[in-house]
């Protein structure tokens, strides 16, 4: 065994050592600005949904309003046909008294058949648009799917105000994500500028160190210490600058895209509120027309009756109500999508 200044070396069976490290950080300016980073990513991936929420919404507005139009020119036609099949009738009577030609029972008979052929047409029509809508809400398609609604009613609960209120930039889910943007890039420029600044860590250590060869005779040496640890950048050969100015840059295009989206919110909102307009005049001018050719065909219808009138009359009258009701319908409907894209572009 080796020897040192004659003394004998002791040697335990013994030796184990328990302890406590910690190792802290004080302050380091990236990861405080990282977290605030993962808080503001997530809030963006919050916009990002609610602007594909938007999206299906609106296509599920879209998919139904052709339906609803559907549903309403089919029952006109219906009413129209009822009214034809009592004329038909009514004439074929006459006629058998004498007082009708064949010709007129003709030129009913072919009014008829024409709005049943049209009828036939509307309801695959329906099919068709209704099978778009199921897709559109994500609905099985080889299911049955009732829809309900007026478009009159979705025309009374307009409302005036949307045509003179001040724009609420906040409603559209694509302008608070471009706020998220620039949330997110200021904190990219705070995150490589935190990169001049200095780190801080605290260690420190506590332990216990045993010795001996059995419990009974064996002793136990504490050991403490503390301390810091302090990182300064002195140079990185102006990298950091670099990632600083474009982080800088990147910001800047943002803000740009920000003030670009904003007049584009309101050119769509200008243009959707004059669509409105227009589309509300043109609904008053076709009601005013259905009115005028519903008294005509009404009055044409008394004329033949009484013997007074002619069955040429009688379809001219009502060829002219049937146009005008297409007319009248075409506007109403786009009076709705008018007021839909209205209240879209505001966020509604």
């Given amino acids: ?87 038909v009738f009514e004439t074929k009577e006459l006629y058998k008294a004498g007082f009708a030609e064949q010709l007129d029972i003709d030129r009913l008979q072919l009014s008829l058949t024409n709005i049943e052929v049209e009828r036939e047409n509307l309801l695959r029509q329906k099919n068709v648009a209704l099978s778009n809508l199921k897709f559109a809400m994500g609905y099985p398609v080889d299911q049955d799917l009732e829809v309900i609604g007026d478009l009159e009613e979705i025309t009374a609960e307009a409302e005036d105000d949307d045509l003179v209120a001040a724009i609420n930039f906040k409603l559209r889910p694509e302008f608070e994500l471009i706020d998220r943007g620039i949330e997110l890039n200021e904190l990219n420029v705070r995150y490589n500028r935190s990169g001049y600044l200095p780190s801080l860590r605290a260690f420190g250590a506590y332990q216990y160190a045993f010795q001996g060869n059995n419990s009974s005779d064996g002793f136990w040496a504490p050991t403490s210490y503390i301390g810091a640890r302090l990182s300064i950048p002195i140079f990185d050969g102006l990298q950091r600058k670099a990632m600083v100015q474009r982080a800088r840059l990147d910001l800047e295009l943002v803000r740009i895209q920000r003030d670009e989206l904003m007049n584009a919110i309101k050119l769509e909102v200008a243009n959707a509120r004059t669509n409105y307009l227009n589309a509300k005049e043109r609904l008053a001018a076709q009601q005013r027309n259905l009115d005028l050719a519903q008294r005509i065909y009404d009055t044409t219808q008394i004329k033949y009756r009484e013997g007074v009138g002619s069955s040429l009359e009688v379809n001219q009258a009502e060829q002219s109500l049937y146009t005008t009701q297409s007319n009248y319908m075409q506007a109403l409907y786009d009076l709705v999508t008018a007021r839909s894209a209205l209240q879209q572009a505001l966020g509604k």
């Fill in 1 to 87: 065994m080796p020897m040192d200044s004659g003394e004998p070396s002791i040697f335990f069976r013994n030796s184990f050592t328990l302890g406590l490290n910690l190792d802290a950080m004080i302050f380091d300016g990236s990861y405080f600005t990282g977290l605030q980073a993962a808080k503001a990513y997530r809030n963006y991936v919050a916009q990002e949904l609610a602007i594909q929420q938007r999206a299906v919404k609106n296509n599920v507005i879209n998919a139904y309003l052709p339906v609803l139009l559907l549903n309403e020119n089919i029952e006109i036609l219906n009413k129209n046909i009822a009214n034809l099949e009592k004329l």
